[in-house]
């Protein structure tokens, strides 16, 4: 029996998805999150994959007449969250957008709403640079002692701009660039160090976004971590158009016995037998993992409870750096 699924929206990386199409799931419908949402993109990948799944102007409708088994959720951010919400109480699991909330009531509702039912239903963000070559090369060396304790981290995200859609220019709909793009970072510096925030002072700011409205074109934060690691992330949407890849990621993680530094999709590392790139793990599928989880093959890579942790810092980091002072957490 295949597994029913739904898309609502087309606004994120509903790419994921795509990437893993198989036998093992139909996508039977799919829907606008927010009246006006452009879904041509994504209608135009449908038709390049053969593919007519039924198209619905409200999601609460589709979800209502589909019953689908999984409900991929990747409209305008804000609304993302209050959509999961919904899937939950209807016993749907989902495959969700990071931020998975863009404000901590939603979020709080999110987590509360979880507990009750997290026997029957699973989600999880689309934290899907997790499965990059070069972050599992990272994970699996950390995991093995290849830089000792760990006691300085940093991580970059660099954008290209281009022109973003409206929702973008307004942080009631956006989310803010920190929540959006630096909540990979964050991501990140929790999944491979496994240490725990203790607090955040943070910076942003809209100069030189290119009359993108309230969107931070930079931003930075310093963290405590749990043994007094010091953790750092900087993100911006300055990449020059002429850059070859769109996003420029980068990771330094700094270790009692070496330092390990991701950067151009390669992984170096350097310790007392000198300086060497470490050959790349395989890529992952993160839809496809989610998928095992939901058929009860495995564990999803990425959990719900990771998912909410990584939004809750991204949110209290946005706050500090709204209000310019150390937030604990």
Same mark, same amino acid.
């Given at each position: 029996?295949?597994?029913?699924?739904?898309?609502?929206?087309?606004?994120?990386?509903?790419?994921?998805?795509?990437?893993? !199409?198989?036998?093992?799931?139909?996508?039977?419908?799919?829907?606008?999150?927010?009246?006006?949402?452009?879904?041509?993109?994504?209608?135009?990948?449908?038709?390049?994959?053969?593919? #007519?799944?039924?198209?619905?102007?409200?999601?609460?409708?589709? !979800?209502?007449?589909?019953?689908?088994?999984?409900?991929?959720?990747?409209?305008?951010?804000?609304? &993302?969250?209050?959509?999961?919400?919904?899937?939950?109480?209807?016993?749907?699991?989902?495959?969700?957008?990071?931020?998975?909330? =863009?404000?901590?009531? #939603?979020?709080?509702?999110?987590? *509360?709403?979880?507990?009750?039912?997290?026997?029957?239903?699973?989600?999880?963000?689309?934290?899907?640079?997790?499965?990059?070559?070069?972050?599992?090369?990272?994970?699996?060396?950390?995991?093995?002692?290849?830089?000792?304790?760990?006691?300085?981290?940093?991580?970059?995200?660099?954008? *290209?701009? %281009?022109?973003?859609?409206?929702?973008?220019?307004?942080?009631?709909?956006?989310?803010? =660039?920190?929540?959006?793009? %630096?909540?990979?970072?964050?991501?990140?510096?929790?999944?491979?160090?496994?240490?725990?925030?203790?607090?955040?002072?943070?910076?942003?700011?809209?100069?030189?976004?290119?009359?993108?409205?309230?969107?931070?074109?930079?931003?930075?934060?310093?963290?405590?971590?749990?043994?007094?690691?010091?953790?750092?992330?900087?993100?911006?949407?300055?990449?020059?158009?002429?850059?070859? =890849?769109?996003?420029?990621?980068?990771?330094?993680?700094? %270790?009692?016995?070496?330092?390990?530094?991701?950067?151009?999709?390669?992984?170096?590392?350097?310790?007392? #037998?000198?300086?060497?790139?470490?050959? &790349?793990?395989?890529? %992952?599928?993160?839809?496809?993992?989610?998928? &095992?989880?939901?058929?009860?093959?495995?564990?999803?890579?990425? =959990?719900?409870?990771?998912?909410?942790?990584?939004?809750?810092?991204?949110?209290?980091?946005?706050?500090?750096?709204?209000?310019?002072?150390?937030?604990?957490?």
């Amino acid at each position: 029996m295949k597994l029913r699924v739904c898309i609502v929206g087309g606004s994120g990386h509903y790419g994921y998805v795509l990437e893993s !199409l198989s036998d093992e799931f139909d996508i039977v419908a799919v829907s606008p999150g927010v009246v006006g949402e452009n879904l041509a993109p994504l209608l135009s990948k449908f038709k390049q994959a053969c593919m #007519d799944p039924r198209l619905y102007e409200d999601y609460r409708q589709m !979800l209502k007449s589909e019953r689908p088994d999984v409900v991929v959720i990747n409209t305008h951010f804000y609304m &993302n969250g209050k959509i999961l919400l919904q899937a939950l109480q209807m016993g749907i699991h989902a495959f969700v957008e990071k931020p998975i909330a =863009t404000n901590l009531e #939603d979020l709080h509702q999110i987590e *509360k709403i979880y507990s009750e039912v997290k026997d029957k239903v699973f989600f999880a963000a689309m934290f899907g640079l997790r499965y990059k070559p070069w972050f599992l090369t990272a994970k699996n060396l950390v995991d093995s002692n290849a830089v000792g304790e760990i006691r300085l981290i940093h991580a970059q995200k660099s954008y *290209k701009l %281009g022109e973003r859609p409206e929702f973008f220019r307004k942080r009631e709909t956006f989310g803010g =660039t920190l929540a959006w793009v %630096g909540i990979h970072a964050i991501d990140w510096i929790h999944w491979i160090s496994n240490k725990r925030f203790v607090s955040v002072y943070g910076l942003h700011s809209r100069m030189a976004n290119k009359n993108h409205g309230e969107l931070e074109a930079t931003g930075a934060c310093l963290f405590e971590l749990e043994q007094e690691v010091i953790a750092t992330l900087t993100v911006d949407y300055l990449r020059p158009p002429g850059a070859e =890849t769109h996003d420029d990621d980068r990771l330094r993680i700094v %270790g009692t016995e070496g330092i390990l530094e991701v950067r151009d999709q390669s992984v170096l590392l350097t310790d007392e #037998d000198g300086t060497r790139v470490v050959q &790349n793990q395989e890529q %992952g599928y993160i839809f496809k993992d989610f998928l &095992n989880h939901v058929l009860g093959r495995g564990r999803c890579m990425v =959990t719900a409870e990771q998912s909410i942790y990584a939004t809750y810092i991204a949110l209290k980091a946005r706050e500090a750096a709204d209000e310019r002072r150390i937030v604990t957490l």
